[in-house]
């Protein structure tokens, strides 16, 4: 079944897409997040695939509850909306995804940065600072097993590469705050930032794309389950 949540600051057309076969008390969650339009892209394919992914994915996993959630492309709300999100349902992972003009296939995140562009969001809005958050630490790492993930895609025939750059824009800083308001809240979470091809719409593959929208489904799903490989061998899932 799926419910719809308000959830966090923001504009009110933004909610989160609630999906559980059973009732959801006690169930590990998986948190899949993608972008709404912002200059250049007026269709985000990653909001497509994270509620695309949360539909298939309560299929398959009957006890996961699975939350996909369209993140406003600003600079203020998303963050906060992050915090709302993760304070909300502690999900044991988080999947983040955003479309990047450099991809051609899955890009896996290791890291994230304390540091923002002077580039505007949806709303003509750019970053206050140069920096995220003042004084906190420079770096932060993806806690997903990124390299078994791009280990695992490219063993199912899909392109994937490992990344140590996801750039100073919306999609670094929605990383980075998701790793730490996790420290926070939901310690032993999972957490990452998957870049797919911006060219990449629903129903079609770009002319710059490796992965048809299909594949994209397809790997989303892969990805999903080399995360969830301690669930499914029935031990904790934050293990």
């Not at 972008?35 to 009957?62: H, K």
């Not at 420290?183 to 002319?207: C, D, K, M, Y």
Request: proline residues 7%; aromatic residues 8%; charged residues 20%.
């Amino acid at each position: 079944m799926a419910s719809t949540n308000r959830s966090g600051s923001g504009t009110s057309r933004y909610r989160s897409l609630v999906f559980s076969r059973t009732a959801p008390e006690a169930k590990p969650v998986v948190l899949l997040t993608g972008f709404g339009p912002f200059p250049g892209v007026e269709r985000n394919a990653s909001a497509d695939l994270a509620q695309t992914l949360a539909r298939m994915g309560t299929g398959r996993y009957e006890n996961v509850r699975f939350i996909a959630d369209i993140l406003p492309v600003d600079w203020r709300h998303a963050p906060v909306r992050i915090g709302a999100l993760i304070g909300q349902y502690r999900p044991a992972v988080s999947l983040h995804f955003g479309v990047s003009a450099r991809a051609t296939g899955f890009v896996i995140e290791a890291h994230a940065y304390n540091a923002a562009i002077i580039m505007p969001d949806e709303g003509g809005h750019t970053a206050e600072t140069s920096y995220l958050i003042s004084g906190d630490r420079p770096r932060r790492s993806a806690t997903l097993p990124v390299r078994r993930i791009v280990g695992d895609l490219r063993a199912a025939g899909f392109p994937a590469e490992l990344s140590s750059d996801p750039g100073r824009y919306l999609c670094n800083a929605v990383l980075y705050h998701s790793l730490r308001h996790a420290t926070r809240t939901a310690p032993r979470q999972r957490a990452g930032f998957i870049h797919i091809p911006a060219t990449l719409e629903s129903g079609v593959g770009g002319e710059t794309s490796l992965i048809s929208w299909p594949d994209a489904i397809a790997g989303g799903l892969r990805l999903i389950e080399t995360c969830l490989m301690p669930l499914r061998r029935r031990e904790s899932v934050l293990s």
